[in-house]
Nanobody, 120 residues
Framework: QVHVVESGGGLVQAGGSLRLSCAASGSIARINSMGWYRQAPGKQRDLVAVITRSGSTNYADSVKGRFTISRDNAQNTMYLQMNSLKPEDTAVYHC??????????????WGQGTQVTVSS
């Protein structure tokens, strides 16, 4: 199995910054794609940003220029630096990891999420 844990959420004023972290553990041979998704109350879960093992990235239009996704392949971790936060960024942020285990099974794993609240 692959376990995923997020951290770094909290309450911040509009215009502020937060840095989210995602740590994956288990019998991991290689992590392929990693991504951040968010879900606001009453809404569907939407893509925020994804990053491939080679470092290619893709962002939702709403966060381009404000958020930066990065990863440390040696530590099986991923980060989301969020700047110029807006009240509409308020949501539960979930980490998604697609990993190949040492017994050659691919897992698509999600974390429990971390709450980000941006006050106006």
């Amino acid at each position: 199995q692959v376990h995923v844990v997020e951290s770094g959420g909290g309450l911040v004023q509009a215009g502020g910054s937060l840095r989210l972290s995602c740590a994956a553990s288990g019998s991991i041979a290689r992590i392929n794609s990693m991504g951040w998704y968010r879900q606001a109350p009453g809404k569907q879960r939407d893509l925020v940003a994804v990053i491939t093992r080679s470092g290619s990235t893709n962002y939702a239009d709403s966060v381009k220029g404000r958020f930066t996704i990065s990863r440390d392949n040696a530590q099986n971790t991923m980060y989301l630096q969020m700047n110029s936060l807006k009240p509409e960024d308020t949501a539960v942020y979930h980490c998604n990891v697609i990993a190949l285990t040492t017994i050659l099974i691919t897992y698509d794993s999600w974390g429990q999420g971390t709450q980000v609240t941006v006050s106006s």
